[in-house]
């Protein structure tokens, strides 16, 4: 019997072209598999087919943590492929595989062992890869998604530097397993990789019940670029009498502001917000 396939993608996305998305589609059933097609997005939410054996995501790390919610509460025990077709794909980084549709659909469908996943939480909302509360969050807040659409992660440069000339500092209350930081940003890492091929958590993988954190002590304009480069350049602690490294399985982020905090690339709610390790878990293909 064909494998069913759930093809899922967000036509919203930055990085979506409909000839990638057919192209993929195609290559699948080249090699014998019965495809669906399914959008989500803003004001589309994702239903998990009843026959399918296997849910494909094609696009970036906001579109796979959608997809991957919404199997979670199917309550569906489906393995999830992801291929790369986003502003950024994050866990692709991480998992490898390849990029070429047909390639990429030979891997899925022969798949023989899964690949596990352990998601973390941010107020019972999953995330995948990273999070983080700063000036990286206001500015992902504050992105156009028209300009996303059209110039893809540049989108997110472009609001980082209207913040130039309004840095705001949130005083921030961290409490990491339950022991209390004061700081001004901070970074939460789930997996390897952070806004492309860089890390500020290199040990962090995406297989272990551990949430790797790195708070700024203070972040102003020249402490946050400092840590920047310093996470570009391969040497995130590079700062180290300004930054505070931590590991635990909860972290709660407390601020007198709705400050907004980021994940996957994407402004998912306001402070206070409890981070914790998922007791699900899943599987990759």
Excluded at 25 to 45: C, D, S
Excluded at 137 to 152: M, N, W
Excluded at 183 to 198: D, W
Aim: aromatic share 6%; proline share 6%.
């Amino acid at each position: 019997m064909a494998v069913r396939v759930q093809l899922v993608v967000n036509p919203d996305a930055g990085g979506y072209r409909v000839e990638n998305v057919l192209e993929l589609r195609e290559a699948f059933r080249r090699k014998g598999a019965r495809v669906t097609l399914a959008h989500i997005g803003p004001g589309r939410q994702l239903m998990v087919e009843d026959d399918a054996d296997l849910i494909v995501v094609a696009g970036g790390d906001g579109t796979l943590r959608h997809a991957a919610m919404a199997l979670l509460t199917s309550g569906r025990d489906l393995p999830l492929a992801c291929f790369p077709m986003g502003t950024v794909n994050l866990l692709h980084l991480e998992v490898g595989g390849p990029t070429n549709p047909d390639d990429f659909a030979h891997v899925a469908l022969n798949q023989v062992k899964a690949q596990f996943h352990v998601p973390a939480t941010i107020n019972g909302e999953m995330f995948f890869g990273c999070a983080s509360v700063g000036p990286d969050s206001h500015a992902v807040a504050g992105v156009s998604l028209r300009l996303k659409r059209l110039i893809g992660r540049y989108a997110y440069l472009v609001s980082m530097l209207r913040l130039l000339g309004r840095w705001h500092r949130p005083q921030l209350t961290i409490i990491a397993d339950g022991k209390s930081h004061k700081c001004e940003a901070v970074y939460i890492a789930k997996g390897v990789y952070f806004a492309g091929p860089y890390t500020f958590a290199p040990e962090a993988r995406r297989t272990t019940a551990k949430l790797h954190v790195l708070a700024l002590k203070q972040a102003g304009r020249r402490d946050f670029w400092r840590f920047v480069r310093g996470v570009m350049r391969g040497r995130p602690l590079e700062d180290r009498a300004n930054l505070i490294p931590l590991n635990c399985t909860t972290l709660d982020i407390l601020c007198d502001e709705p400050w907004p905090i980021q994940a996957d690339g994407d402004a998912v709610t306001t402070l206070p917000v409890r981070i914790e390790i998922s007791d699900k878990r899943l599987r990759l293909h």
